[in-house]
């Protein structure tokens, strides 16, 4: 019997995971590719940047995790984090950093980045946030959404569908929670998890006036690093995805408060 998302096991999510490790030192490196092919990850590491942008950008099986050096000999780790996101990758990144700045940490966040840790760090520790980050991101890959619930569907568990749905506002878009999946009309919408978070919560409130800090404290928690850039850069990149997905919806900006999530049509 199939499972949903929801009771996903910690081995079961490892064993349909692809881990990309970009390190340069072996030291570093070696330990924590151990680590966690030992937890039943398929793990890939590469030395240098570019190898691993081609590698994300390929036809091959697709990564759903990548963790990544700062401090890389051919490349600039941020530089290829904002690669990977440009691509169109929308799996998890962690970045690994012996960078102490708290401007290093939001730079990398304010590029697609979903969490961070400070070398050196505990094993431990870094397989917890994978943990925590997968559960999120393998919610993305349950089945296509059924068709809007009717009137004769009401009484369908609140859980098979969220409870804003195309149905009760005429508009295409769609953001399925309960399969983290997002569609404009038959087509899917990749997000990054932030992305998909912001986007949820908007949705969930549609029409209505969603405070900067209640979006901050939902979706970065106590990832939050305190640059208000990051929630914005966060939007900007939504903003693009939605308009390049045609969908009849916009994000609004209300100067001093927060943003709205409201059809295109709307005064």
């Not at 340069?24 to 691993?52: H, S």
């Not at 939050?224 to 914005?232: A, E, I, P, Y």
Request: hydrophobic content about 45%; proline content about 5%; some cysteine.
């Amino acid at each position: 019997m199939s499972r949903q998302p929801g009771t996903l096991t910690a081995r079961m999510l490892a064993a349909m995971t692809t881990v990309v490790v970009v390190e340069d030192d072996d030291k570093i490196a070696a330990p924590l590719v151990r680590t966690l092919e030992r937890d039943g990850y398929q793990v890939e590491r590469f030395a240098e940047g570019l190898p691993a942008v081609r590698r994300l950008a390929s036809q091959e099986d697709p990564v759903d995790l990548l963790m990544l050096d700062l401090g890389l000999p051919d490349v600039d780790g941020i530089d290829v984090c904002r690669a990977v996101r440009d691509g169109g990758f929308a799996g998890g990144i962690i970045i690994l950093t012996a960078r102490d700045g708290e401007l290093d940490r939001v730079v990398g966040l304010d590029h697609g980045a979903d969490d961070y840790l400070a070398k050196p760090f505990g094993l431990a520790e870094l397989q917890a946030r994978t943990r925590a980050l997968l559960r999120r991101l393998h919610g993305n890959r349950g089945p296509a959404p059924a068709a809007p619930a009717s009137a004769a569907s009401a009484g369908r568990p609140a859980s098979a569908a969220p409870p804003h749905t195309p149905a009760a506002d005429g508009s295409r878009l769609r953001v399925d929670v309960a399969a983290r999946r997002i569609w404009v009309g038959s087509t899917e919408v990749q997000a990054t998890t932030k992305e998909f978070d912001v986007l949820a919560l908007l949705d969930s409130q549609r029409g209505a006036v969603v405070a900067r800090d209640t979006l901050i404290n939902e979706v970065w928690d106590e990832n939050w690093f305190g640059s208000t850039k990051t929630l914005d850069t966060t939007v900007g990149r939504l903003r693009q995805k939605l308009e390049d997905a045609a969908a009849p919806v916009r994000i609004t900006t209300v100067r001093g408060v927060g943003f709205r999530l409201e059809d295109a049509g709307d005064a």
